[in-house]
T-cell receptor, first 118, second 111 residues
Framework: GAVVSQHPSRVICKSGTSVKIECRSL??????MFWYRQFPKQSLMLMAT?????????EQGVEKDKFLINHASLTLSTLTVTSAHPEDSSFYIC??????????????FGPGTRLTVL | GQQLNQSPQSMFIQEGEDVSMNCTSS?????WLWYKQDPGEGPVLLIA?????ELTSNGRLTAQFGITRKDSFLNISASIPSDVGIYFC???????????FGKGTHLIIQP
């Protein structure tokens, strides 16, 4: 599988500020990474697909201008939560897919970033 | 979009007991994945299933891909305290090969 790291592991910020979360694939070059969000006691929900060298694609209902994604290299994707508000407080988790033939059969997740917006 | 119904929502069992949970979908899946998530951490992949009828084991864990391709189950034999956590089924169905997750089964083990 892939080893995935995230930084920071937790962050507390004031309402209106922006927060950047990094996702790194430590042992696998990933042209695609995924970003998920998990609210307390709920399941993971896909937010967006991060594509190296091209724009990210966002799921319905996810604001692309609020959640900026940059896939800077084959090992790094960043998610920036702009003008954060308390309702953005959540657990943000990235994943690296591994598969063949264009089909991503297995995804390996980072440890997550806990965002708390005051 | 595709939905996954996972049951039971929670289980309270005694250490040493066997556990069974299942997942059904409203449409056909080509892949079933089972993950375990501990509090404050990301999900960890337990078992991946690729063929209808496939039965795969990983230690005390066994999972099967239903013949109809619309369901899967996960069994844990002889549960131990470290099995505590939330178990999720998942399959491709999110955008661009992202995953759709079930709501999870919260496993609690009583000593």
């Amino acid at each position: 599988g892939a080893v995935v790291s995230q930084h920071p592991s937790r962050v507390i910020c004031k309402s209106g500020t922006s927060v950047k979360i990094e996702c790194r694939s430590l042992d696998f070059q990933a042209t695609t990474m995924f970003w998920y969000r998990q609210f307390p006691k709920q399941s993971l929900m896909l937010m967006a697909t991060s594509n190296e060298g091209s724009k990210a694609t966002y799921e319905q209902g996810v604001e692309k201008d609020k959640f900026l994604i940059n896939h800077a290299s084959l090992t790094l994707s960043t998610l920036t939560v702009t003008s954060a508000h308390p309702e953005d407080s959540s657990f943000y988790i990235c994943s690296v897919p591994i598969g063949s033939g264009g089909s991503y059969n297995e995804q390996f997740f980072g440890p997550g970033t806990r965002l708390t917006v005051l | 979009g595709q939905q996954l119904n996972q049951s039971p929502q929670s289980m309270f069992i005694q250490e040493g007991e066997d556990v069974s949970m299942n997942c059904t979908s409203s449409s056909i899946f080509n892949t079933w994945l089972w993950y375990k998530q501990d509090p404050g951490e990301g999900p960890v992949l337990l078992i991946a299933l690729y063929k209808a009828g496939e039965l795969t084991s990983n230690g005390r864990l066994t999972a099967q891909f239903g013949i109809t391709r619309k369901d899967s189950f996960l069994n844990i034999s002889a549960s131990i305290p470290s099995d505590v956590g939330i178990y999720f089924c998942a399959g491709p169905g999110g955008g661009a090969d992202g995953l759709t997750f079930g709501k999870g089964t919260h496993l609690i083990i009583q000593p």
